[in-house]
C-alpha cells in the first residue's frame, strides 16, 4: 500500500511535467505551425485559382468564336460556382449551428461536472466524518470490551473470594454450633425461619441471641466475658413473655429443640452497688457496649459481675461485696465460695467462634454485595457494548449506502468528463473545419466576380500585358508560397510528432498505470483521480492512519511498561523463592536435629520408664516384705536394737526361732 502510494505520487508529479509541457510550449507552437500553415496553404491556393482563372481565360479566347458563346459559357460557370457556394454556405451554417450547439452542451456538462465534483467533496467529508466515527466507536468498543475482560477476570476473582469466605462462615458456624448443646443449636435454626413466619420486628419484638446484642470494648475481655456469661450467651432476648410463649409452642410443635428465652418485661433486676476499688470494677459497665432496650436483659447476665485484677483479689471482693469475680485469665470466684480456674482454650471458645462467624458473614456480606456491583457493572458494559455495536452497525450501513451513492456519481463524472472530452474534440475539429470553408467561400466570391468581370470584355486569345503582370507575379508568389509550405510542413510535422508522444505518453502510460493504482485504492476511482473529493479522502485516510499509529505506540508503551513491572515482579518472586528455599533449608536442618533430639529424648525416656518400672518392682516388692514382717515393733525396742550390727541382729533373730521351735 505505501510502495503504491508512493509510485501514485510520483506518477501525479510526472504526469502534471508532461501536462504543463504539453498546454505551455508543445500545444501552442503546435496551434501556431498549424495556423501558419493554413494561411500559407490558402495564399497558394488563393494564387492558384487566380492563375487558373487568368489561363481560363485565355483558353476561353481560343476556345470560343464569338463573345456571346464565350459569355453564355462564363454565366453557366458562374451558375454553377452560385451552386456550389450555396452548398458549401448551407453546411458552414450547418457547422456554425453544430458548434454552437455543442458549445452549449459543453458548458451545461461542465456545470453539470462542477455540481457532481462538489457533491462528490462534500459526501467525500461526511464519508470520512461517517469512517472517522465508527473508528472511535469501534475503538470505544473495544476499550470497553477490554474493560470488560478486566471485569469478568474480576468477578473470578470475587467469586473465589466469596466462595472461601462461605467456606470460612461454614467453618466459623460449625464452630459455633459445636460449642452449644444440641437441642439449643437446633432451636437457633428453628428460630430463624420461625421468625419470619410469624412476621416478628427484629430490634423491636426479637432481640436475638445474648451476645448478639452486645460489643467487647476491647478484644482482651473476652474470656473473663464468657466465663461470666457462660451459658446465658445462647438465651435469646424478646420483648415479652407472650412472644416467648409463641416462640416456645412454635419450637414444642414441630419439636426443634429447646431454648432459653429473656423477655424484657418480665426480667427484674435490682440496683447494684459496686465497689470504689482500683483492683475492681463492674465487668458490665467496663467490658460490654450494648444498646439501651436489652439493658434488663445486660443487668440480668452481667449485673453482680466484677473483673478483678488478680485471683486473690477476686476471691477477697468476692466475699466481700456478694458478686462474682472475675479476672482476665478466666479465673472465677463464685460470691458463694467457689473457685473455677485453669487453662482456657480459645480455639473452642463461644465468643471467639460467635465474633468469628460474625466477621466471616460479614466478610461474605461484603464480598456478595460487590460480586453483585461488578456483575451490575459487567452487564451495563455488556448493554454500552451491545448498544455501540448497532450503532456501529448503522453507521457502516449509512457508510455503504453513501459510498454507493459516490460510486454512482463518480461513474456519472466519468461518464460525463468521457463525454465532455468527446465534445470538446468535436468542438476543436469543427472550429479547424470552418476557417477552410469560409476560405473556400470567399474563393468561390473571387471566381464568380473575376467570370462576371469577363462578361462583355473583348474575346481574345491572349492575355493583356496587365493580366501577363498578374500572372508573372502569381506565379513567383506561387513557388515562394510552395518553399514556406514545405518548410513549415517539416515544422508542422516536428509539432504534431511532439504533441502525439506528450499525448501517447500521458494517456496510454502515465494516465493508464495511473487508473491502474488508483484501482486498488479504497476510495479513488477511475476518473476521479485529480478531484478535490479523492484528496480529501487520502487526508482522512492519512490523518486515521495517523490515529492509529498513535494508539499502537502508545499501546506498545503500555505493554513494555507493564512487562518491566512483571519483570520487576518476577525477579522480586525469583529473590522470595531464593530467599524461602533458603529458609526451607534452614529449617529442614532444625528440623533433622530436633528430629534427633526428640529420638534421643525417646530413649532417654524408655531408659527413665524402665528404671521407673525397675524401681517400682523394687517398691512392690520392699512393700510385701513389709507386709509379711508385719507391724513394726514400738519405737523402745527400736531404740534399743538401733545400735546393733546387722549381723548381731541376725544372731538375736536367729537365736529367737530356735527358741520358738
Same mark, same amino acid.
Given at each position: 500500500?505505501?510502495?503504491?502510494?508512493?509510485?501514485?505520487?510520483?506518477?501525479?508529479?510526472?504526469?502534471a511535467?508532461?501536462?504543463?509541457?504539453?498546454?505551455?510550449?508543445?500545444?501552442?507552437?503546435?496551434?501556431?505551425?498549424?495556423?501558419?500553415?493554413?494561411?500559407?496553404?490558402?495564399?497558394? %491556393?488563393?494564387?492558384?485559382?487566380?492563375?487558373?482563372?487568368?489561363?481560363?481565360?485565355?483558353?476561353?479566347?481560343?476556345?470560343?468564336?464569338?463573345?456571346?458563346?464565350?459569355?453564355?459559357?462564363?454565366?453557366?460557370?458562374?451558375?454553377?460556382?452560385?451552386?456550389?457556394?450555396?452548398?458549401?454556405?448551407?453546411l458552414?451554417? /450547418?457547422?456554425?449551428?453544430?458548434?454552437?450547439?455543442?458549445?452549449?452542451?459543453?458548458?451545461?456538462?461542465?456545470?453539470?461536472? +462542477?455540481? !457532481?465534483?462538489?457533491?462528490?467533496?462534500?459526501?467525500?467529508?461526511?464519508?470520512?466524518? @461517517?469512517?472517522?466515527?465508527?473508528?472511535?466507536? !469501534?475503538?470505544?468498543?473495544?476499550?470497553? +470490551?477490554?474493560?470488560?475482560?478486566?471485569?469478568?477476570?474480576s468477578?473470578?476473582?470475587?467469586?473465589?473470594?466469596?466462595?472461601?469466605?462461605? /467456606?470460612?462462615?461454614?467453618?466459623?458456624l460449625?464452630?459455633?454450633r459445636?460449642?452449644?448443646?444440641?437441642?439449643?443449636?437446633?432451636?437457633?435454626?428453628?428460630?430463624?425461619?420461625?421468625?419470619?413466619?410469624?412476621?416478628?420486628?427484629?430490634?423491636?419484638?426479637?432481640?436475638?441471641?445474648?451476645m448478639?446484642?452486645?460489643?467487647?470494648?476491647? $478484644?482482651?475481655?473476652?474470656?473473663?466475658?464468657?466465663?461470666?456469661?457462660?451459658?446465658?450467651?445462647?438465651?435469646?432476648?424478646? %420483648?415479652?413473655? +407472650?412472644?416467648?410463649?409463641?416462640?416456645?409452642?412454635?419450637?414444642?410443635?414441630?419439636?426443634?429443640?429447646?431454648?432459653?428465652? @429473656? $423477655?424484657?418485661?418480665?426480667?427484674?433486676?435490682?440496683? &447494684?452497688?459496686?465497689?470504689?476499688?482500683?483492683d475492681?470494677?463492674?465487668? #458490665?459497665?467496663? =467490658?460490654?457496649?450494648?444498646?439501651?432496650?436489652?439493658?434488663?436483659?445486660?443487668?440480668?447476665?452481667?449485673?453482680?459481675?466484677?473483673?478483678?485484677?488478680?485471683?486473690?483479689?477476686?476471691?477477697?471482693?468476692?466475699?466481700?461485696?456478694? #458478686?462474682?469475680?472475675?479476672?482476665?485469665?478466666?479465673?472465677? =470466684?463464685?460470691?458463694?465460695g467457689?473457685?473455677?480456674?485453669?487453662?482456657?482454650?480459645?480455639?473452642?471458645?463461644? @465468643?471467639?467462634?460467635?465474633?468469628?462467624?460474625?466477621?466471616?458473614?460479614?466478610?461474605?456480606?461484603?464480598?456478595?454485595k460487590?460480586?453483585?456491583e461488578?456483575?451490575?457493572?459487567?452487564?451495563?458494559?455488556?448493554?454500552? &457494548?451491545?448498544?455501540?455495536?448497532?450503532?456501529?452497525?448503522?453507521?457502516?450501513?449509512?457508510?455503504?449506502?453513501?459510498?454507493?451513492?459516490?460510486?454512482?456519481i463518480?461513474?456519472?463524472?466519468?461518464?460525463?468528463?468521457?463525454?465532455?472530452?468527446?465534445?470538446s474534440?468535436?468542438?476543436?475539429?469543427?472550429?479547424?473545419d470552418? $476557417?477552410?470553408?469560409?476560405?473556400?467561400?470567399?474563393?468561390?466570391?473571387?471566381?464568380?466576380?473575376r467570370?462576371?468581370?469577363?462578361?462583355?470584355?473583348?474575346?481574345?486569345?491572349?492575355?493583356? %500585358?496587365? /493580366?501577363?503582370?498578374?500572372?508573372?507575379?502569381?506565379?513567383?508568389?506561387q513557388?515562394?508560397?510552395?518553399?514556406e509550405?514545405?518548410?513549415?510542413? *517539416?515544422?508542422?510535422?516536428?509539432?504534431?510528432?511532439?504533441?502525439?508522444?506528450?499525448?501517447?505518453?500521458?494517456?496510454? *502510460?502515465?494516465?493508464?498505470?495511473?487508473?491502474?493504482?488508483?484501482?486498488?485504492?479504497?476510495?479513488?476511482?477511475?476518473?476521479?483521480? *485529480?478531484?478535490?473529493?479523492?484528496?480529501?479522502?487520502?487526508?482522512?485516510?492519512?490523518?486515521?492512519?495517523?490515529?492509529? @499509529?498513535?494508539?499502537?505506540?502508545?499501546?506498545?508503551e503500555?505493554?513494555?511498561?507493564?512487562?518491566?513491572?512483571?519483570?520487576?515482579? %518476577?525477579?522480586?518472586?525469583?529473590s522470595?523463592?531464593?530467599?524461602?528455599?533458603?529458609?526451607?533449608?534452614?529449617?529442614?536442618?532444625?528440623?533433622?536435629?530436633?528430629?534427633?533430639?526428640?529420638?534421643?529424648?525417646? +530413649?532417654?525416656?524408655?531408659k527413665?520408664?524402665?528404671?521407673?518400672?525397675? =524401681?517400682?518392682?523394687?517398691?512392690?516388692?520392699?512393700?510385701?516384705?513389709?507386709?509379711?514382717?508385719?507391724?513394726? $515393733?514400738?519405737?523402745?525396742?527400736l531404740?534399743?536394737? *538401733?545400735?546393733?550390727?546387722?549381723?548381731?541382729?541376725?544372731?538375736?533373730?536367729?537365736?529367737?526361732?530356735?527358741?520358738?521351735?
Open positions: 500500500m505505501a510502495s503504491n502510494k508512493r509510485e501514485l505520487k510520483k506518477l501525479n508529479e510526472e504526469i511535467k508532461v501536462e504543463k509541457e504539453l498546454h505551455d510550449s508543445v500545444q501552442p507552437a503546435y496551434e501556431e505551425a498549424k495556423k501558419t500553415m493554413i494561411t500559407i496553404t490558402n495564399e497558394r %491556393d488563393e494564387a492558384r485559382k487566380q492563375m487558373d482563372g487568368l489561363y481560363a481565360k485565355q483558353g476561353r479566347g481560343k476556345q470560343f468564336r464569338t463573345k456571346k458563346d464565350r459569355d453564355a459559357h462564363i454565366k453557366t460557370q458562374i451558375e454553377e460556382l452560385a451552386v456550389a457556394k450555396s452548398e458549401k454556405q448551407d458552414l451554417e /450547418e457547422k456554425r449551428g453544430k458548434l454552437s450547439s455543442l458549445r452549449k452542451s459543453l458548458a451545461a456538462e461542465k456545470k453539470e461536472l +462542477a455540481s !457532481k465534483s462538489n457533491e462528490l467533496t462534500e459526501k467525500s467529508k461526511l464519508l470520512a466524518d @461517517l469512517k472517522r466515527s465508527i473508528e472511535d466507536k !469501534k475503538r470505544v468498543r473495544n476499550e470497553m +470490551a477490554d474493560s470488560r475482560k478486566e471485569q469478568w477476570r468477578i473470578n476473582e470475587i467469586s473465589d473470594k466469596v466462595q472461601e469466605a462461605r /467456606e470460612a462462615s461454614r467453618k466459623a460449625y464452630d459455633m459445636k460449642s452449644m448443646p444440641r437441642a439449643t443449636s437446633m432451636g437457633l435454626d428453628a428460630l430463624k425461619h420461625i421468625v419470619v413466619q410469624e412476621k416478628l420486628t427484629v430490634g423491636v419484638e426479637y432481640f436475638g441471641l445474648v448478639e446484642n452486645f460489643t467487647l470494648t476491647e $478484644p482482651k475481655f473476652a474470656t473473663a466475658v464468657e466465663v461470666a456469661a457462660q451459658n446465658s450467651l445462647f438465651h435469646i432476648i424478646v %420483648d415479652t413473655d +407472650a412472644t416467648a410463649a409463641k416462640l416456645m409452642a412454635r419450637l414444642e410443635k414441630d419439636k426443634l429443640g429447646r431454648v432459653t428465652f @429473656l $423477655p424484657l418485661n418480665q426480667l427484674s433486676t435490682e440496683a &447494684v452497688r459496686y465497689p470504689d476499688s482500683t475492681v470494677c463492674p465487668l #458490665m459497665e467496663e =467490658c460490654v457496649e450494648f444498646d439501651p432496650a436489652v439493658r434488663k436483659a445486660m443487668e440480668h447476665v452481667f449485673a453482680r459481675k466484677l473483673l478483678a485484677r488478680s485471683v486473690d483479689v477476686a476471691s477477697t471482693w468476692s466475699t466481700r461485696s456478694n #458478686m462474682d469475680a472475675i479476672t482476665l485469665d478466666g479465673d472465677l =470466684c463464685s460470691r458463694k467457689a473457685l473455677t480456674g485453669g487453662f482456657v482454650d480459645q480455639s473452642k471458645s463461644r @465468643l471467639f467462634a460467635h465474633m468469628e462467624l460474625k466477621k466471616s458473614e460479614d466478610e461474605l456480606k461484603n464480598l456478595e460487590e460480586h453483585r461488578m456483575k451490575d457493572k459487567t452487564t451495563a458494559v455488556d448493554q454500552q &457494548v451491545s448498544n455501540i455495536m448497532g450503532e456501529v452497525q448503522r453507521l457502516e450501513a449509512k457508510y455503504a449506502n453513501l459510498d454507493h451513492m459516490m460510486s454512482r463518480e461513474d456519472e463524472a466519468g461518464k460525463l468528463e468521457k463525454t465532455t472530452d468527446k465534445h474534440k468535436q468542438i476543436q475539429q469543427i472550429e479547424e470552418i $476557417p477552410p470553408m469560409e476560405s473556400e467561400i470567399t474563393s468561390f466570391d473571387g471566381q464568380i466576380e467570370l462576371q468581370d469577363e462578361i462583355g470584355t473583348a474575346l481574345t486569345s491572349t492575355l493583356s %500585358d496587365q /493580366e501577363q503582370d498578374l500572372l508573372d507575379e502569381l506565379k513567383a508568389t513557388t515562394r508560397l510552395d518553399k509550405i514545405e518548410d513549415h510542413t *517539416n515544422t508542422l510535422e516536428e509539432a504534431t510528432i511532439k504533441r502525439q508522444n506528450l499525448q501517447s505518453l500521458l494517456e496510454d *502510460n502515465l494516465i493508464k498505470r495511473r487508473d491502474e493504482l488508483t484501482e486498488s485504492s479504497p476510495r479513488a476511482r477511475p476518473g476521479a483521480t *485529480n478531484t478535490s473529493a479523492n484528496q480529501a479522502v487520502l487526508k482522512e485516510e492519512l490523518e486515521q492512519k495517523q490515529r492509529e @499509529l498513535e494508539e499502537a505506540t502508545q499501546a506498545l503500555d505493554v513494555e511498561k507493564h512487562l518491566a513491572e512483571v519483570k520487576s515482579v %518476577d525477579e522480586n518472586l525469583r522470595e523463592i531464593a530467599t524461602i528455599k533458603n529458609d526451607l533449608e534452614k529449617l529442614k536442618t532444625q528440623d533433622a536435629q530436633y528430629q534427633k533430639e526428640l529420638e534421643d529424648t525417646h +530413649a532417654e525416656q524408655e527413665l520408664l524402665n528404671k521407673r518400672s525397675m =524401681c517400682i518392682q523394687r517398691r512392690e516388692d520392699y512393700m510385701r516384705k513389709i507386709q509379711e514382717l508385719g507391724s513394726l $515393733p514400738p519405737a523402745t525396742e531404740t534399743t536394737f *538401733n545400735k546393733k550390727s546387722i549381723s548381731a541382729l541376725m544372731k538375736s533373730l536367729d537365736d529367737i526361732n530356735r527358741k520358738l521351735k
